[in-house]
């Protein structure tokens, strides 16, 4: 079961409300198999446009992020399930960026064009194409005819 | 005349012999002054991107930090020639901020003003290379 994380986009409502469609979501998740490893609240705060959603424009809005781990075939079904509640404003899913060791390559980026790679790649490769301002057709390629304009 | 030309030869000649004779000791005898195999000290250290630099992995959920790489007066993401980060983390930054511009943790057309005052991570004026406009 991957992991995915959902951002949830709420809208503002009292407590027992809130409670309630926090529980109703997570039900979803379970009823599919679901599990929940962390709900982070983010906070009640205005949103930076304002957002139509079931009929109502919401300008501020509570935010949270569920932190599952589902089955892949799950998460359309859970999107469907949660583009239908009114209580939902907004809701994106993603999958949890993996932790991959890079070094940066910035001094390499820096280099003079003629010493960086990409530069070196690119004139190799026009190098090997025909120039076609100095390229001259031979008649004697087997066309009996001149295919360009005179 | 002779004379002269003995004496010559003798003050000439000498301290050839002489110093050959001690460049031949020095080699043997003064062997720990010899060069010794090093990297070469003068080297500059290695530039390194701000995020590589402090080992940060931009984050949607961290839209301040992101922030800072948007513009102003646009909303815009400023490009690699401004804010001078390295290929891959230039492009998890675009990423990400499209990702929380998605989400509604940040504005598409501007910047939050909130977070206006914080520090500058780069100077649009001076970017690396020059700009296309």
Same mark, same amino acid.
Do not use: W
């Given at each position: ?150 | 005349?002779?004379?002269? %030309? #003995? ?13 050959? *004779?001690? /460049?031949? !000791? =020095? ?18 250290? %290695? #530039? ?13 959920? *961290?839209? /301040?930090? !992101? =922030? ?66």
């Amino acid at each position: 079961m991957p992991s995915y994380e959902m951002a949830m986009i709420i809208r503002a409502m009292p407590k027992v409300e809130l409670k309630n469609a926090l529980m109703r979501i997570s039900n979803g998740i379970f009823d599919r198999g679901g599990i929940i490893r962390k709900i982070e609240n983010l906070g009640y705060r205005p949103l930076p446009y304002k957002t139509s959603a079931h009929g109502l424009v919401h300008k501020e809005a509570i935010f949270f992020v569920f932190k599952i781990d589902t089955a892949t075939t799950v998460v359309s079904d859970l999107k469907e399930e949660y583009s239908r509640d009114v209580d939902v404003v907004r809701q994106r899913v993603f999958k949890v960026n993996e932790e991959s060791e890079h070094a940066c390559t910035l001094e390499t980026e820096l280099l003079p064009p003629a010493y960086r790679k990409e530069v070196q790649e690119m004139i190799k490769m026009g190098k090997s194409q025909v120039n076609r301002f100095r390229h001259k057709f031979s008649y004697n390629s087997g066309l009996d005819y001149y295919p360009f304009q005179k | 005349m002779a004379l002269m %030309k #003995r004496l010559f030869l003798k003050i000439v000649y000498t301290p050839r012999a002489l110093t050959y *004779n001690v /460049r031949h !000791l =020095s080699t043997e005898v003064a062997h720990d002054d010899s060069p010794v195999e090093m990297e070469n000290p003068f080297t500059k250290e %290695k #530039r390194q991107c701000i995020l590589c630099k402090f080992n940060i992995t931009p984050d949607y959920k *961290n839209y /301040r930090l !992101l =922030s800072q790489f948007q513009s102003p007066y646009t909303g815009r993401i400023y490009g690699r020639h401004i804010t001078g980060l390295c290929q891959t983390k230039q492009a998890a930054v675009e990423r990400e901020i499209t990702k929380a511009q998605n989400c509604a943790y940040m504005p598409y057309y501007y910047k939050d003003k909130t977070f206006f005052k914080d520090p500058k991570l780069f100077d649009p004026e001076n970017p690396i290379r020059s700009h296309r406009f």
